[in-house]
């Protein structure tokens, strides 16, 4: 099977699928309790990565409910929506974020991501 240069170059089906929502995650900022956030949709689900204020990083419920409600009022068409104060996974998302921005695919993704959502949320699933 031939193929282009250009086809060559197009992003796998996963990679096209991570887009980050900027108007979330700043809603996600303005929760009382959240210092920083990166909200991405992915699989028709939007996943938050928070760093809170607290220096333990336990989220309340109330704060996690908030985060939600902020994502949903932020206009983000997702269907489920995935909070995780995960202390590794925040950076790793906005790592992810910014080479997406830039116009390039991530090396690893397909391998890499779905086992950062396995250790953010142990027992869900991707």
Same mark, same amino acid.
């Given at each position: 099977?031939?193929?282009?240069r250009m086809q060559a170059d197009l992003p796998?089906?996963?990679?096209? !699928? ?6 979330? %995650?700043?809603? *996600?900022?303005?929760?009382?309790? *959240?210092?920083? =956030?990166? *909200?991405v949709l992915h699989r028709r689900q939007a996943?938050? %990565?928070? =760093? ?5 990083? $336990?989220?309340?419920? !109330?704060?996690? $409910?908030?985060? $939600? !409600?902020? *994502? ?5 068409? =997702?269907? #489920?929506?995935?909070?995780? =104060? ?5 950076? #790793?998302? !906005? ?5 997406? #921005?830039?116009? #390039?695919?991530?090396?690893? +993704?397909?391998?890499? +991501?779905p086992e950062l959502l396995r250790e953010a ?6």
């Open positions: 099977m031939k193929f282009s796998t089906e996963r990679e096209e !699928q991570i887009v980050p929502a900027d108007e979330a %995650a700043a809603a *996600v900022e303005a929760v009382p309790g *959240v210092n920083e =956030a990166c *909200v996943i938050a %990565a928070v =760093a809170l204020d607290e220096p333990a990083g $336990e989220m309340s419920g !109330q704060v996690r $409910e908030r985060i $939600e !409600q902020a *994502v949903r009022l932020s206009g983000t068409p =997702a269907e #489920r929506i995935r909070i995780t =104060a995960h202390p590794g996974f925040l950076k #790793r998302l !906005q790592a992810y974020t910014e080479t997406v #921005r830039g116009g #390039r695919s991530v090396p690893g +993704f397909n391998r890499e +991501f949320f142990p027992g869900e699933g991707d």
